[in-house]
């Protein structure tokens, strides 16, 4: 079994920065993709950025490119998402995902594992 808890969320104002945190525990190795999808009210969860584990390779939505960093730190069982420069769109549900396998990286049901989400909010 595997548990993934988000933290870091919360209220901040537009052009600020923030750091999620995805505490992972259970079986941490062998996994093939990290990531964080994030969900507004009344709209589709969508996928945010995604971490390979073969050669490290990191995925971006067109949405997030440039302002957002996802990172893992592998002695704390730990994946981040550095975000900068944040817009009210951002505004959303921020969970992070774990697949075991290759799998389509944008389409969350592939995921094996996800957490509750933390809830991030950014106002002008």
């Known amino acids: 079994q595997v548990q993934l808890v988000e933290s870091g969320g919360g209220l901040v104002q537009t052009g600020d920065s923030l750091r999620l945190s995805c505490a992972v525990s259970g079986r941490t190795s062998s996994w093939r993709y990290m990531a964080w999808f994030r969900q507004a009210p009344g709209k589709e969860r969508d996928f945010v950025a995604a971490l390979r584990w073969l050669g490290a390779s990191s995925f971006y939505a067109d949405s997030v490119k440039n302002r957002f960093t996802i990172s893992s730190d592998t002695a704390r069982n730990t994946l981040y998402l550095q975000m900068t420069n944040l817009e009210i769109d951002d505004t959303a549900v921020y969970s992070c995902?774990?697949?075991?396998?290759?799998?389509?990286?944008?389409?969350?049901?592939?995921?094996?594992?996800w957490g509750q989400g933390t809830q991030v909010t950014v106002s002008s």
């Open positions: 995902a774990i697949a075991f396998k290759f799998i389509n990286y944008t389409h969350f049901p592939s995921y094996d594992y």
